[in-house]
């Protein structure tokens, strides 16, 4: 009965929070395969990590006391955080609510990693311990790495690109929380109270300011994208900005490409506001079904981009802004037609 409460402990509290996140993504931003790829990610970091650890530890170099203290916490929390940053690079991230969820999953894999270790080396019956790693070093894993995203992102966000230097804010911020509890200059108790307090409040208030962004940007961009998407359809397009501006292009492109430039348009803005309407029927409670003809869509927007190459694409420009939420958008809605 010991050991099972020591497991319980330890690795249960950190998967339940992780969960009770869900019921808040009311617009369903997380896919299922992501979740489990960022956890399995997160357990293997713990591996290589515990590795590296027993064999520095073991030449001699540092004892073990100082690698806690001021080894682990920039080696971990960096590692974590790769994850976080390739989700952000590839456009697997949207918002600032997805970069919370799918990066407490990482670190969340990386503490029940770090914890089973622990429960197969350590035969301490004191359950005051596995409280401590249960609920404050493996919150604190999920925790730091959680807001290493929502910090990375928001970053991002402002300054319009996703470089190396928006993440080092929020890796800062990991590296010195995980720091200051390793180095017991509060009571591991008292650290494990503090974050069980305040994480839970900081990831519901981002949770709320997320969802107004992507409301904002699902009102405010399907309006333009739909009335663009119907002059393009009904050929109406001589009279409007769109037309006048492909005018201009009329001696610089072929007029076989001039049309591929049109039809990658239209399919750009058709794709969209799919995209969004798929996000709209989540949030209401609708399941979308798989669409078989968005595979299709997507292999002759490819041939038209082959087509119109690179130089077609940056004279759309002005009418196809692709912002980074545009881009993520669409991945989620390419991987959707896969089921």
Known sequence: MSELVRVVLSLVPVFLFLVALFPLD?????????LVRAIAAGAAIAVVCLLFARTLIGSGLVNATTYIRFIAPPLEETAKGLVVLYLIRTKRVGFMVDAAILGFAAGSGFAAAENLYYLSAVSDANLLLWVVRGFGTALLHGGATAILGIVSKLLAEMRGRENLFVFLPGLAFAVVSHVLFNSFYLSPVVFTLVLVSTFPVLIFA???????LLRDWLEVGLGSDVDLLEMLRSGEVKDTRVGGYVRTLRDKFPGEVLADMLCYLQMSVELKIKAKGRLLMQEAGFAPNPDPMIGDLFRELSFLERSIGTTGKLALGPFLRWSTRDLWGLRMLKASASG
């Open 26 to 34: 009311s617009f369903k931003l997380v896919r299922a395969a992501n």
């Open 206 to 212: 981002v949770f709320a300011r997320s969802e107004r």
